[in-house]
């Protein structure tokens, strides 16, 4: 029995990441008379329930609520978090507490979902609720849905299915030619294929590079610790300027405590204040710390290093890397073709210059940041 139910937890999030959304999901489901866990519960357990309930609960069967609490349940990956909500004693309203405040025990149960997996469904529902990704009745999105945009008018781009050679092929246009005809914009018309042709063409040439940059790091430690010494001046001007924002933040308090009618600029300076104290106090930890740093950001890069491997290997992107991947794909005509601009997630790489006591470059390190898997952000241009 509990085998049944893990199966479907996994069917789940393998629709979710395939391509269908939770109300297509759902539909999926109780087409197929697939029970809710409201049938489970009840039935291994004895739970009834809530007066409160939905009609459609009463018949065990999913909606779009049911399937979006299990993508975003913890649970499933072994964790179990409590002390989510309390009751207010005085007004009996049930009420949220912050996620820092809540208890989180990992591990505590075997999982059902890997950790990889789970996360990359929760990238993926954050983007298609940013990008506002919709689909048809009980079909999985477009590929492309919400990451295309037209860099003449600024439209998005509608998918439409076109037969050639007997053949269904989807091929993108630009939505404000779609709806508003030539006089608005022109039709920038691109297939599926050729899309992704050049963003498989792309993610080479990001690893490429990745191995690269991988390969050089050791050397480039090497060079800094011969020159670690001349880096007082640099530790120095930070100190220096760590206490200077500390005091202005000591009188931005005091001027807001006396000018309480303007307590709404005074918030904005000291905001900006606690940016620059948490900004400088990175910058010197990861100076003190380099050593540390680098063997931890070398294994963040082997990490995303790997995963563009494997993308490669596999000779194509699967819909739930494309979007982990692709920020935006901006697409232009012009008398000679299409001009495409791909724009890639978050930082990919980033600098870490230490400069000497004359102020001068010591080295230019470049280390991945994987604080988001392939998440370079560069914009290349590829003619039709």
Known sequence: MIEEQAAII??????YLYGYGCSAI????????????AY????????????????????????????????????????????KTYNNKITHIRKDIPKEEQYVHENLVTPIISKEKFEQVQRLMEQKKKMNVRADYNKPYHRYAG???CGDCGSSFSAVNRKWNGE??????????????????????IHEEELDEIIYGEIKNVREQAE?????????????????STVTGKLRQLNAALEQRKSDQKEILLERIRDKEHAGVYDEMLTACENDIKKISQELYDIQNYSETIKKRKSEMKQTVDLIE???????????????????????EDGEGLRIQINLNAAFTEHMTIFGDDGNELADLQVINNKYPLAMKRKIMFDE
């Open 147 to 149: 990451l295309l945009e």
């Open 168 to 189: 269904v092929r989807v091929e993108y246009v630009c939505n404000g030619y779609h709806r508003y005809g030539k006089d608005n914009c022109s039709s920038h018309r």
């Open 26 to 37: 759902a539909h999926l489901l109780n087409d197929n008379g697939i029970k809710s866990p």
């Open 310 to 332: 494997e993308i490669v290997k596999e000779g194509q992107i699967s819909n739930a890397n494309l979007r982990q991947l692709i920020d935006k794909i901006i697409i232009y």
């Open 10 to 15: 996994r069917r789940i999030f393998d629709l």
């Open 212 to 228: 690269r940059i991988y390969e050089n790091i050791d050397g480039e430690v090497r060079k800094w610790l011969k020159k670690k």
């Open 40 to 83: 489970y519960q009840k039935i291994i357990h004895g739970k009834r329930l809530g007066w409160d309930k939905p009609e459609i609960s009463s018949r065990f069967m999913w909606d779009h609520s049911s399937v979006k609490r299990i993508l975003c349940n913890k649970f499933y990956i072994g964790t179990v978090v409590c002390h």
